[in-house]
């Protein structure tokens, strides 16, 4: 991404296409999911912090949370 990543509360998809803008929407948010499922560390950290897989965006402490294992989008 060519601009500054902020960490602030983010619909799911807007989060998905920052890592993957050359998907589609769809695409890109199941390529997100596939990444968080296979990553157990990452899974159990939101899981600690509440994270509700149901939920149409990340909080803030979400998005800190992907970040740190996923990298900067």
């Known amino acids: 991404m060519n601009k ?4 602030r ?3 799911k998809t807007e989060l998905a296409l920052c890592y993957n803008s050359h998907l589609s929407a769809s695409g890109a948010l199941q ?3 596939r990444w968080i499922n296979y990553n157990p560390s990452l899974v159990q950290e939101l899981e600690e ?3 509700n897989k149901y939920s149409h965006t990340y909080r803030p402490i979400d998005v800190h949370i992907i970040v740190k294992y ?4």
Do not use: H, Q
């Open 9 to 11: 509360a983010m619909g």
């Open 4 to 7: 500054e990543f902020k960490i």
């Open 31 to 33: 390529a997100l999911r």
């Open 49 to 51: 912090v509440g994270y």
């Open 70 to 73: 996923l990298g900067t989008p």
